[in-house]
C-alpha cells in the first residue's frame, strides 16, 4: 500500500512527498526529489519503509539522507535506510558525532545538491537543540524544511539539548526574515494544539480559530501546508508585539513590564507553552 503523503511542487524541478507516519510521536517525514533525475533526498526519516514505499511508488532513488538534529525521532532509521538504498547521510557538523555513522558533516551555508535540479541551503538554527539544521530552497516557490525548530502555528521546545534564548534569535534573525511565500515543512504535526495555545493567547485571532475548527477534525496526514506569511498570522511565536498577547501574558507573568522586548516575550511564551 502506497503510504500516505502530500505530493507538491516548489517551482518547476522540485518534486516534495510528504510523508506521515501515523506513530505516537506525529512524525513528517520527506523526500525531495529532482523532476529530471529522480534522485532523491530522504530528511528525517524515521520510518524508512515508508519513506522507501514512498519513494519506489514514485519512481525515486533515494541517494542522500539528512537528519535536522540528532533526537533519535529522526535518526533512527537511517542505518536501515541506508542498507536498503545506499544512501549517504548528512547531518550538523556539530551533531555528527552524536548520531553517528555521519558520511557529511554541514554547516551554515552549505548547499545540498539533488540530482541536476535541486538546491537546499544549510540554515544553522539552534534552539530546540544546539546543533539543528532548516533547509532553505529559494526560487519561485521558496520552502523550508525547518525539522523541530518552527512548527506549524508553534515553536520547538528546548528540553533535550536546546536553549530558548538561542531559539528567540533562530525565529527573530533568521526565520522571520525569509520571503512569506516560503512553504513550511516541519518535523511534526501538533496544529490543532499549538492553534489552541495561539488563541489561549490571543481569543480574538479569527484567523487561528477557523484554522483550529477544520484541525479538530482534519485527518492529520491532510493537514494544510502553510506559508511563512500565514504563521505570522496564527503563531503566537512569531507575534511578540501583538496587545492582547502581551496583555495576557502578563497575567501569567504580572512581572513583566507594560511594554516588555520581543526577547522577553518570546521566552515567557516559551516558558509558559511548556507546562500548558
Sequence with gaps: MVPRGTRARAGEQVLIERIWSANDYRNFHYLVACAETGEALAIDP????KCVAAARARGYQITQILNTHEHRDHTGGNEPLREATGARVMAHAGAAARIGNV????????V????????????DTPGHTLAHLCLYGRGETPVLFCGDTLFNAGAGNCHNGGHPELLFETFAQQLARLPDTTRIYPGHEYLERNLAFTLDREPGNEIAAAMHQG???QDPAA???????????????????????IARLREAFPELPEA????????????LRNRW
Design 46 to 49: 524515521l520510518d524508512w519503509r
Design 103 to 110: 558520511d557529511v558533516g554541514l554547516t551554515r551555508g552549505d
Design 112 to 123: 545540498v545538491r539533488v540530482g541536476r535540479t535541486v538546491e537546499l541551503e544549510c540554515l
Design 215 to 217: 484541525a479538530l477534525v
Design 223 to 245: 493537514a494544510p501546508i502553510t506559508t511563512l506569511g500565514e504563521e505570522k498570522r496564527i503563531n503566537t511565536f512569531f507575534r511578540l508585539q501583538n496587545p492582547q498577547v
Design 260 to 271: 516588555p522586548g520581543p526577547r522577553d516575550v518570546f521566552l515567557k511564551l516559551r516558558e
